[in-house]
């Protein structure tokens, strides 16, 4: 069975600090791995991995992917309190392209 | 570009009573989602159309739920009748068709917030 885990489940910093997330996974047939945030509504793309060990950048926000050990980090630095959201790691398969979601990391920046 | 919408934003309804969702996809995305989102988890697949045909439905619980595509644009998602456990956020996706990792990316609509009572 399919599996995506992710770690911590929640976490709390001051802004400034640099987080770092932690997606694994278990799939047959790994297509790509795409991050999501989501506050109070609908997910929003942040990025979408597909080759082992090249970083993807936006602002603060950064991913890497590992093929070999099977997984992803999402790396935030100097935190803002806007980055309070949950984080979302979800793997794709070719079967059809579906999405498999991890339970999501809250990160929680405080002033 | 327009996102994908959703209606209504909030439903509160008792159990035993139905419900339906309608979401529109971005255009041009011949691949639309939707998903069940329970407070705490990630979101879980329904059921997946490419265009009005269904690619997906395993997790879609058949006895109550339903969902159609007519015309590959617009979709209703349908709960007849609700249970108490239906209470979560249903989230529409799309995307384009679904071909290779440059396809991908799916971009959500606001979500339908549903409490059972």
């Known amino acids: 069975e399919d599996k995506v885990v992710q770690s911590p489940l929640s976490l709390v910093v001051h802004e400034g600090d640099t987080v770092t997330l932690n997606c694994s996974y278990e799939?047959?047939?790994?297509?790509?791995l795409l991050w999501y945030k989501q506050e109070k509504k609908a997910p929003t793309f942040l990025f979408m991995l597909?080759?082992?060990?090249i970083e993807k950048k936006s602002g603060r926000l950064s991913s890497i992917l590992d093929k070999k050990e099977l997984f992803s980090i999402l790396n935030i630095t100097a935190t803002q309190t806007g980055d309070s959201a949950i984080y979302l790691c979800?793997?794709?398969?070719?079967?059809?392209?579906?999405?498999?979601f991890g339970a999501g990391t809250q990160v929680v920046v405080t002033p | 570009e327009a996102g994908v919408a959703q209606s209504p934003r909030y439903k509160i309804i008792e159990k035993r009573q139905s419900v339906a969702f309608w979401c529109n996809p971005i255009?041009?995305?011949?691949?639309l989602y939707w998903y069940q989102q329970i407070l705490g988890q990630g979101p879980k697949l329904l059921i997946q159309?490419?265009?009005?045909?269904?690619?997906?439905d395993s997790q879609l619980p058949k006895d109550r739920f339903s969902a159609e595509r007519l015309k590959g644009v617009d979709s209703t998602l349908k709960i007849q009748p609700a249970k108490l456990e239906d209470s979560a956020v249903y989230l529409c996706?799309?995307?384009?068709?679904?071909?290779?990792?440059?396809?991908?990316?799916?971009?959500f609509g606001p979500g339908t917030r549903l409490t059972v009572l």
């Open positions: 979800a793997v794709v398969t070719y079967s059809w392209g579906k999405l498999q």
């Open positions: 159309f490419q265009n009005n045909g269904v690619v997906d």
């Open positions: 996706a799309s995307s384009f068709a679904s071909t290779g990792p440059s396809t991908d990316t799916q971009y």
């Open positions: 799939v047959t047939n790994f297509r790509s």
């Open positions: 255009s041009g995305h011949a691949t």
């Open positions: 597909t080759s082992s060990g």
